[in-house]
């Protein structure tokens, strides 16, 4: 496994779940004069999102982040999007933060699928990274936290070999190999059987630097050209026109990796059969891992003590919800297969002083301050938005 795999791997997750989040928002949106006090309005979205961006990007975690390191478990990745999510006035309940997770691994997944050469799951970054800019236009200070960001991946990915990617690309292939969630954006696109499992294309644009199939050259113990036979390969490839851009700025010529949801669609997710006959896998991965407390520990280290708790001020927070109904979320919660359900868990630190003097420290970087407001059932109506914890 590749110890370089776990920022791009939380990036581009990070990335998606900013999608859909953004992409809900937007669906319940009400022009400021005209929302009751319970109603989101344009000023709520962006400041939901500003919070999440600021406390993904943090600097203290982004270093840490790209030192080299595996992957963690699944159930302690997941720990801290659920941290993440709730480090804005917005709730989820357990129903509707499962729906989110699944949607953002098996759109990354695909991408990962898709990608016409490892190098390009760095372009695929990329353009999370630039619609990511796209949401903090308005907010200087954390657009310089992602531009930093930024440098740090042309810096640690610049310089791999073709090899290296190959490995990387590995890894995140090894830890999606058993999620097979259908999605119903993917389904009606026919992108995705009916089993879960993405369907790969046999057209389109070749990864870039290399000729489209069809030839085949036999060459002499001196390397020189003796034949050529071409064959019929069955598909509708080109050649690809450009390499996308690694810069800063620049064409990433690479569709993968841009925002899915900026046509407004619905979003369902179901577990396939697939997925239910893998449980025994998927329960082993995920809650038999002997490893996963020491990772949630060491991440509760990482994220700066950061603890989801419920504001304190009269504000009880938004709530979001994924599904068409509160009925339809509710079901959801009592249908999810137990090993595929996640549980908050209460992390206690060690008692030790010096530590403790850090994590408050790192805390304090991290404290997204809140405004208090007026308002006492703020979303509460709302089918678009999420219960609180």
Known sequence: MSVRTLPLLFLNLGGEMLYILDQRLRAQNIPA????????????RKRVLNDIIMTMFNRKFMEELFKP??????????TIYDRLAHASIMRLNQASMDKLYDLM????????????????????????????KGFIQDSPTILHQVDETF??????????????????????LLFFQDLHIRVSIFLKDRVQNSNGRFVLPV?????????????IRMFNSKG????????????????????GSFELYGDRVLKLGTNMYSVNRPVETQMSGASKDSASRAQESIAAN????????????????????????????????????????????????????????????VQDQQRNEELARIMGELEVTEQPRQSTTKG???????DEL
């Open 151 to 172: 440098r740090q991946l042309t810096e640690v990915y610049g310089a791999l070999s073709a090899g290296e990617f190959r490995l990387i690309r590995q890894t995140l």
């Open 203 to 215: 057209s389109g644009p070749v990864p870039w630097g290399t000729e489209v199939p069809g030839l």
């Open 290 to 349: 002997p490893l996963a407390k020491e990772e949630l520990n060491f991440l509760a280290r990482l994220m700066g003590g950061m603890e989801i708790k419920k504001p304190s001020g009269p504000e009880p927070g938004f709530r979001m919800n994924l599904f068409t109904t509160d009925e339809e979320e509710e079901h959801a919660a009592l249908c999810r297969p137990e090993e595929l359900s996640y549980e908050v868990i209460n992390i206690q630190a």
């Open 33 to 44: 004069d005209k929302a009751r006090k319970d109603e989101w309005t344009e000023v709520d």
């Open 224 to 243: 020189e050209e003796e034949k050529k036979i071409e064959f019929k390969h069955g598909g509708n490839y080109v050649t690809a026109l450009k390499e």
């Open 69 to 78: 390191q595996e992957l963690y478990s699944k159930k302690a990745l997941r």
């Open 105 to 132: 691994t098996m759109a990354f997944k695909y991408q990962v699928l898709l990608c016409p050469r490892p190098k390009d799951v760095l372009l695929v970054t990329f353009n999370h990274l630039d619609a990511i």
């Open 380 to 386: 509460d109506d709302l089918l678009a938005m999420m």
